[in-house]
């Protein structure tokens, strides 16, 4: 008995499944009725067995059987198998036949891969949480420690439910990913910790397992509790675990693990109650693929999944939006003194000023703003936003550049000096791009600001002379110039300015060092995967703006000489930074009424770094480039997620005003949602505005439209021609 999606097949004996492609079996499960049961000593045991039954009717196959466990329990199993969405659905149902005195209960599907069971003949995928064999990542998250058993994440995390493993030498890829977003609110008058029987409780956890056959269940303070028991092994499976557990997931903060166990682990289960009558019922989806690489796998895994589970575009008057957070913009912008700027944060809602402190780029955007300021007064006429725009860039070039030609990272007014800081690449590629910006526009105008362009310049000078050998930059530097953090990573996000300073002068040294920092970026940062470190206050491992500044450098040297292989590693880059999104919601409660997502979901906002279960609306930064992407290749895709995050990131705005913020257009900074409880400092900073109104003022500059949808009035021949940007970029 079989059925197929594609080249593979689903074949039904003695009790268990397999999967072949041809002849070769690939994956398979000899026994998969799989339960997880919590016995009176809320010990976790694991206990699988074959299915009793197995028959097929109108394409679908239905199997069934009761597991009998050592405890005396006993669930009773009905799983059906069909073709769906170009692969296969399972969707089960256990229900409980006989209860003893055992606490709760979870199950698994799961398939073991047959290639090999050595954890590190595969790179795995599970957006926002994984990539590759997390080479990059933190030492908290999971992945990092390729040596534990258990390597499941509850499905809350990912910005899409989805996890996958692809064999390094064949490039055979199998993933695992939920069936609906339709996760219900769990019982709120829990507080989860390591064994908890909660009868609401709808999400699960998708990963992978190699067991010892023995129990694996860490005390609170963390001695790992072991009991052999019978149930074997077939090899590595692919797992999806309901209700959900994080598997196994490195211990944070103090505690006895300092001095009793040093490096411990946590294990956070959740178990159905073991009830007569109880019955759980779940769905996944399970697909196949074999691949050139693992950029095309991940690709093509999160957009299977996008299609299925995106959520639903929300409506927004971006127009309206745009104008309110100029408004806003302009009345929080202000003279402390000597210096001019914007607070570096503010309590919502009613925007109490709690820091005044001016960033240079990252968080702060202060030369981003004021260019943004001088553009909207300009255009709409509006004399106060256009001189404070004109104070905030006179000021940064008066006061911000060392000797050197370093730009200066962070000001404060009350200090009237510097704060101590290193000076992060990313973070000076920010404002010498606005600054540089700002110079172009007011030429356009027929305004002269040579002092402006010569701070462009020393510090373009700087960044020519102190290039490495290979053409890449450090992290960050010291004030002498001298290597503060080693890592190269993110050589790619000063290459925009290096591109667009040569437009303005036309000097060919600042094109060739973009275009040994682009060479250098294209052989690591693109394909290692090494996008890391951009967000200058976390460490340096892999995260979101790593992928954004990569786009950004990597589509202006494609606008600058055509080249292929620049429009290749933009797409990479593209395809990585996409899977940060949460595409898809589950219910949350949120402790503010008058908070947006009281009333709206959470969906397109992106985890910062590796590891997700929170979010920001910093994707909304990169609307443009997806759209003017989407020109480029024509891939529908791309103008389709382009929209989304133009709009959806908006869900956490007050747009309009209608929920009470101090001032229109607002939103909060970031915040976490893994616990369907929504939790945030509940602060405005600069950044939050200033990449929703820079890719909305790109969007009308290039195509005239303040939405995707404005911009695909234009004809295609229309939109390509403005699409060429640097035609027009320094033409005075």
């Known amino acids: 008995?079989?059925?197929?999606?594609?080249?593979?097949?689903?074949?039904?004996?003695?009790?268990?499944?397999?999967?072949?492609?041809?002849?070769?079996?690939?994956?398979?499960?000899?026994?998969?009725?799989?339960?997880?049961?919590?016995?009176?000593?809320?010990?976790?045991?694991?206990?699988?067995?074959?299915?009793?039954?197995?028959?097929?009717?109108?394409?679908?196959?239905?199997?069934?059987?009761?597991?009998?466990?050592?405890?005396?329990?006993?669930?009773?199993?009905?799983?059906?198998?069909?073709?769906?969405?170009?692969?296969?659905?399972?969707?089960?149902?256990?229900?409980?036949?006989?209860?003893?005195?055992?606490?709760?209960?979870?199950?698994?599907?799961?398939?073991?891969?047959?290639?090999?069971?050595?954890?590190?003949?595969?790179?795995?995928?599970?957006?926002?949480?994984?990539?590759?064999?997390?080479?990059?990542?933190?030492?908290?998250?999971?992945?990092?420690?390729?040596?534990?058993?258990?390597?499941?994440?509850?499905?809350?995390?990912?910005?899409?439910?989805?996890?996958?493993?692809?064999?390094?030498?064949?490039?055979?890829?199998?993933?695992?990913?939920?069936?609906?977003?339709?996760?219900?609110?769990?019982?709120?008058?829990?507080?989860?910790?390591?064994?908890?029987?909660?009868?609401?409780?709808?999400?699960?956890?998708?990963?992978?397992?190699?067991?010892?056959?023995?129990?694996?269940?860490?005390?609170?303070?963390?001695?790992?509790?072991?009991?052999?028991?019978?149930?074997?092994?077939?090899?590595?499976?692919?797992?999806?675990?309901?209700?959900?557990?994080?598997?196994?997931?490195?211990?944070?903060?103090?505690?006895?693990?300092?001095?009793?166990?040093q490096q411990t682990k946590t294990m956070t289960r959740l178990c159905h109650p073991m009830e007569e009558g109880f019955a759980q019922s779940y769905a996944i989806a399970l697909n196949f693929g074999q691949y050139d690489g693992y950029y095309p796998m991940m690709r093509d895994s999160w957009r299977t999944v996008y299609a299925r589970l995106r959520e639903p575009l929300f409506e927004v008057d971006n127009e309206l939006q745009y104008r309110n957070c100029m408004k806003s913009l302009t009345k929080l912008t202000k003279q402390y003194g000597d210096s001019w700027g914007l607070p570096f944060s503010c309590q919502l809602p009613q925007m109490d000023v709690n820091s005044v402190s001016f960033q240079f780029g990252f968080v702060g955007q202060q030369p981003g703003i004021g260019y943004q300021l001088i553009r909207y007064g300009d255009m709409e006429n509006v004399q106060e936003s256009y001189e404070k725009g004109i104070n905030i860039i006179d000021f940064w070039v008066r006061v911000g550049l060392l000797d050197t030609g370093a730009p200066r990272s962070c000001y404060n007014p009350t200090i009237e000096g510097f704060e101590p800081m290193p000076c992060f690449t990313r973070m000076i590629a920010d404002g010498l791009e606005n600054i540089l910006d700002a110079y172009v526009y007011m030429k356009k105008k027929g305004e002269d600001r040579p002092a402006w362009l010569e701070f462009c310049k020393k510090a373009a000078d700087r960044l020519v002379r102190i290039q490495n050998e290979d053409g890449s930059y450090y992290r960050a530097y010291n004030d002498d110039d001298s290597m503060r953090m080693d890592s190269k990573a993110n050589t790619i996000s000063i290459v925009r300015f290096l591109v667009q300073f040569f437009l303005v002068t036309g000097d060919e040294k600042y094109k060739k060092a973009a275009l040994r920092a682009g060479d250098w970026a294209y052989e690591n940062t693109y394909k290692n995967m090494e996008y890391r470190g951009s967000t200058c206050d976390n460490t340096d491992i892999i995260d979101n703006e790593s992928g954004i500044y990569a786009m950004f450098g990597f589509l202006s040297l494609y606008d600058l000489t055509g080249e292929a292989r620049w429009l290749e590693a933009l797409i990479g880059a593209s395809d990585y930074t996409e899977s940060w999104t949460y595409v898809w919601s589950y219910p949350m409660s949120v402790p503010w009424p008058n908070h947006p997502f009281s009333k709206n979901s959470f969906g397109g906002q992106s985890p910062v770094t590796i590891g997700g279960g929170h979010g920001d609306m910093y994707m909304a930064a990169c609307a443009y480039v997806y759209y003017r992407l989407y020109v480029i290749t024509g891939d529908d895709h791309y103008r389709d997620y382009a929209e989304f995050i133009h709009n959806n990131t908006r869900q956490a705005n007050d747009v309009d005003g209608s929920f009470g913020y101090a001032y229109p257009g607002m939103s909060h900074e970031g915040g976490g949602f893994a616990a369907q409880v929504f939790q945030s400092h509940y602060h405005w900073l600069p950044w939050v505005t200033y990449v929703e109104i820079d890719p909305t003022s790109r969007l009308y500059d290039t195509f005239g439209a303040y939405d995707i949808a404005g911009a695909q009035k234009l004809s295609p021949g229309e939109r390509a021609v403005r699409n060429r940007i640097y035609d027009t970029y320094a033409k005075f």
């Open 1 to 261: 008995m079989e059925i197929r999606a594609n080249q593979y097949v689903m074949r039904f004996q003695e009790g268990g499944v397999q999967v072949l492609k041809g002849d070769a079996v690939l994956y398979f499960n000899k026994r998969p009725m799989y339960a997880f049961i919590k016995t009176v000593l809320s010990i976790t045991e694991f206990y699988d067995g074959a299915y009793d039954a197995v028959s097929e009717s109108g394409g679908k196959v239905l199997a069934t059987g009761v597991l009998k466990v050592p405890t005396g329990a006993e669930l009773d199993f009905a799983d059906t198998y069909e073709t769906a969405d170009g692969g296969f659905k399972i969707s089960r149902t256990v229900k409980v036949q006989k209860a003893t005195d055992d606490l709760g209960f979870a199950t698994k599907i799961a398939f073991v891969l047959a290639a090999s069971d050595n954890v590190r003949d595969y790179n795995y995928y599970a957006p926002a949480n994984w990539y590759r064999q997390n080479q990059f990542s933190a030492p908290y998250s999971m992945g990092y420690d390729l040596d534990c058993e258990y390597f499941w994440r509850q499905e809350v995390n990912y910005t899409l439910p989805l996890f996958a493993a692809q064999n390094i030498a064949s490039g055979e890829m199998a993933m695992m990913s939920r069936w609906a977003a339709d996760i219900t609110m769990r019982d709120q008058n829990f507080v989860h910790s390591e064994q908890i029987v909660d009868r609401k409780y709808t999400i699960g956890s998708i990963g992978f397992s190699k067991p010892e056959s023995k129990t694996l269940n860490y005390l609170y303070y963390g001695f790992p509790l072991r009991k052999e028991i019978g149930t074997v092994r077939d090899g590595l499976t692919l797992d999806y675990v309901y209700p959900g557990v994080d598997g196994e997931m490195p211990r944070r903060g103090p505690g006895y693990n300092v001095d009793y166990m």
